[in-house]
């Protein structure tokens, strides 16, 4: 998996950001797809969880009405829109697959491998 575009992303509170990740190898719309952040100090979390069967889409309460994860599976691309962004959602964002999970479970059990993240900065 790839960032799209990596490297650090600052932005102002009450903005918006959009990451996206690109899949090689692999036949996306097999996958579960998901975003995971870690904010400074605390432990990485699921925030958005999508699986390629079951219909719930999974959103951390903390993210629910403001981000919004997509997939693209012809083009093997996923991404998070990130609207009303706070300073608590600061941390490094993690994309991720796994085969043959749900989106709640994804989310809440997390994944085996993980990238090396992006970072997000919202501060003013």
């Known amino acids: 998996l790839q960032f799209v575009e990596s490297g650090e992303h600052l932005v102002q509170p009450g903005g918006s950001l959009r990451l996206s990740c690109a899949a090689s190898?692999?036949?996306?719309?097999?996958?579960?797809i998901g975003w995971f952040r870690q904010a400074p100090g605390k432990e990485r979390e699921g925030i958005s969880c999508?699986?390629?069967?079951?219909?719930?889409?999974y959103y951390v309460d903390s993210v629910k009405g403001r981000f919004t994860i997509s997939r693209d599976n012809a083009k093997s691309t996923f991404s998070l829109q990130m609207n009303n962004l706070k300073s608590e959602d600061t941390g490094v964002y993690y994309c991720?697959?796994?085969?043959?999970?749900?989106?709640?479970?994804?989310?809440?059990?997390?994944?085996?491998?993980w990238g090396k993240g992006t970072l997000v900065n919202v501060s003013s």
């Open positions: 991720a697959v796994d085969y043959g999970r749900t989106s709640r479970s994804m989310c809440i059990y997390g994944v085996d491998s």
């Open positions: 190898g692999l036949t996306l719309g097999s996958y579960a």
């Open positions: 999508m699986g390629n069967t079951d219909t719930f889409i």
